[in-house]
């Protein structure tokens, strides 16, 4: 079964910095990879999807994510680190064949920002 | 545009009661996905449904329920409580399904079982 492993349950990074978050999937390569960002008494918002057309995917608030299939990751980046971006960040999968209809999700990263 | 309306936002029951929580979709939308976020076991699919009919189903024993009406609004029910059934219920709504069309998610209810 498809699933994704995020590695690090919390990352903190100063305000400036580089985002990096982890994110590895399961052998198979996946139909469709997402990250997921939750704040605080929220639901989850779509940073980005991966569907296969571009290894290197442009998501909302500066974020990207580059496929790699010689690593099965999907590392979530960010160049310059703003305060507004602490939350948790979720890497998720959706299922090959029957059952696609769902996201995986990985154990999640919370990322905190120092000033 | 309304957003995904999950209600109640907060919800407080005792040990073998039953609950019932209600997601409205965002209009048009006709596939809700609904998943549970605990810190242990973090989010965790429960079932989706699309155009009234159970699509795809997580590995949840049968006290958890849903259905979905035909204005695509759904509902999820658990019976007999337990209090490991604590947690924050989400629910997601996509065009077509969540692999395809992007998901929004409501911003949940919060389940404590005592």
């Known amino acids: 079964a498809q699933s994704v492993t995020q590695l690090g349950s919390h990352v903190s990074v100063s305000e400036g910095a580089l985002v990096l978050l982890r994110c590895n999937y399961s052998s198979s390569v996946p139909p469709y990879l997402f990250w997921y960002v939750q704040y605080p008494n929220q639901g989850l918002q779509l940073l980005l999807k991966y569907t296969s057309a571009a290894t290197l995917v442009k998501g909302i608030n500066g974020f990207e994510a580059e496929f790699k299939k010689s690593e099965t990751s999907f590392h979530l980046t960010k160049p310059s680190a703003h305060m507004s971006d602490a939350a948790e960040y979720f890497c998720a999968v959706t299922p090959s064949g029957q059952g696609a209809q769902k996201l995986v999700f990985g154990q999640g990263t919370r990322l905190t920002i120092n000033p | ?114």
């Not at chain 2, 407080?12 to 996905?33: E, F, W, Y």
């Not at chain 2, 976020?37 to 989010?43: A, N, S």
């Not at chain 2, 159970?54 to 204005?71: E, I, V």
């Not at chain 2, 029910?77 to 996509?94: F, H, Q, R």
């Open chain 2, 1 to 114: 545009k309304a957003g995904v309306t999950q209600t109640p936002r907060y919800l407080i029951k005792t040990r073998g009661q039953q609950v019932t929580l209600s997601c409205s979709p965002i209009s048009g939308h006709r596939s809700v996905s609904w998943y549970q976020q605990t810190p242990g076991q973090g989010l965790q699919f429960l079932f989706e449904y699309f155009s009234e009919t159970q699509r795809n189903k997580g590995n949840f024993p049968g006290r958890f329920s849903g259905r979905q009406f035909s204005n695509s609004r759904s509902e999820m029910n658990v019976s007999t409580l337990e209090l490991g059934d604590s947690a924050l219920y989400l629910c997601a709504s996509s065009l077509w399904g969540p692999a395809d069309t992007e998901a929004f998610f409501g911003q949940g209810t919060r389940l404590t079982v005592v």
